[in-house]
């Protein structure tokens, strides 16, 4: 697969931050994930987003939390875990319709407004935040691969904040990139 268009707009380009040097893109080339959506309280999620140019949209009558948890295992900044909280949403000043910006995405500009992002590590904090801009910080992360379950666990000060666990499926009837 191709490289996006962004990234190879800034291949070569480099970013310090902290004395540290980060060579743009920054590449990962062996990584596990696993990702889920849940409803939730529409009126929360709005909420949670600042007012603007970004909505949260409704599948129907909720809201999309999305948790994305990523394991990074080789980098070009070391290996990683990500813990993703976000919430489904869309580009623009109008609430958008229903249902159809899960179907229309690039018409609607469908995405993720993240809430929390914690990371393993303090470079990954470090690149996310300086580069980014991102809601980056460091938080006790695991990611554990058995044969019929992976788990994800995040710990903030000693206390579980969440955990997930999803059974292996035996075969996805949809195909994805």
Known sequence: ?????????????HAYVDGIRYVMPIDSR??????AAFPCNYEAAAALIPDGYV??????????????V???RKTDIGSYIEYSIALACTRGRRRP?????????????????VVDLPVSTEVSVKGGKGIWGMPKHQANLDFVEG??????QYDLD???VSRFDVRVPRRF?????
Do not use: C
Not at 2 to 12: D, F, L, S, W
């Open 1 to 13: 697969m191709a490289p996006p268009r962004r990234q190879k707009e800034i291949e070569g380009r």
């Open 30 to 35: 062996q990584a596990a994930s696993i990702i």
């Open 55 to 68: 909505q949260p949209f409704k599948l129907w009558k909720n809201a999309l939390l999305i948790i994305t």
């Open 70 to 72: 990523i394991d990074y």
């Open 97 to 113: 319709p229903r249902l159809l910006p899960a179907v229309f995405q690039r018409s609607y500009g469908t995405g993720q407004f």
């Open 147 to 152: 044969r019929k379950w992976v788990s994800a």
């Open 158 to 160: 000693g206390k579980m």
């Open 173 to 177: 009837p949809i195909p994805l990139n």
